[in-house]
């Protein structure tokens, strides 16, 4: 099965599920609540990032659920994106994409600007002000995700995370779990 390039599944629409509509194994990774750039660190040997786009965008460039999400948080019309892979021992693993509305980047907050190849995940989990609205996994593209809306110092980004095909989640050594296939999603 052929996917799409990093850059369109990025803004692909994403669709929510529930723990019944996937493998425990496979539900486990996408609700884990502890840094997923540490958990791809811990299964490799070199975890690299590389940057797909970055800079500021106007809410034009957003997709209109991440319009919905943030707009009850965020009244800005700028917000900065970073997209990006997280490529493990030369395979990518893991595709994210970012959106900080410009009144968050305040304060210490304004480094999330300048992370460059370093991973968010380091960044986030070292922050004693990090916490988390809610975290839903879902299928973007064919592709297991998840989407969280996070805070830092109560400020709002929106952070959803594509798992790629290379990814260990779909490895059938993937805590044990048998090789993964997307169950249908039940509307």
Not at 30 to 50: F, G, I, N, P
Request: with cysteine; hydrophobic share 40%; charged share 20%.
């Amino acid at each position: 099965m052929g996917y799409q390039p990093v850059e369109t599944l990025l803004t692909d629409h994403f669709s929510a599920l529930s723990a019944t509509e996937c493998l425990p194994e496979i539900y486990s990774w996408l609700v884990d609540e502890s840094s997923m750039t540490a958990r791809l660190e811990a299964l490799c040997r070199v975890l690299e990032v590389s940057i797909v786009k970055e800079g500021f965008i106007t809410a034009l460039g957003l997709s209109a659920d991440e319009q919905s999400l943030l707009r009850p948080h965020a009244n800005d019309q700028r917000f900065w994106l970073r997209e990006v892979q997280l490529i493990a021992d030369g395979s990518p693993w893991l595709a994210g994409r970012t959106v900080i509305p410009e009144n968050t980047l305040q304060g210490p907050e304004t480094a999330l600007t300048a992370l460059g190849n370093r991973p968010l995940g380091h960044y986030l989990f070292q922050n004693t002000s990090l916490s988390r609205d809610y975290l839903n996994p879902g299928i973007i593209g064919g592709l297991w995700a998840r989407r969280s809306l996070l805070r830092l110092a109560k400020k709002p980004l929106l952070l959803t995370e594509i798992f790629l095909p290379d990814s260990p989640l779909y490895q059938s050594s993937a805590k044990g779990s048998s090789a993964c296939t997307l169950l249908p999603v039940q509307k």
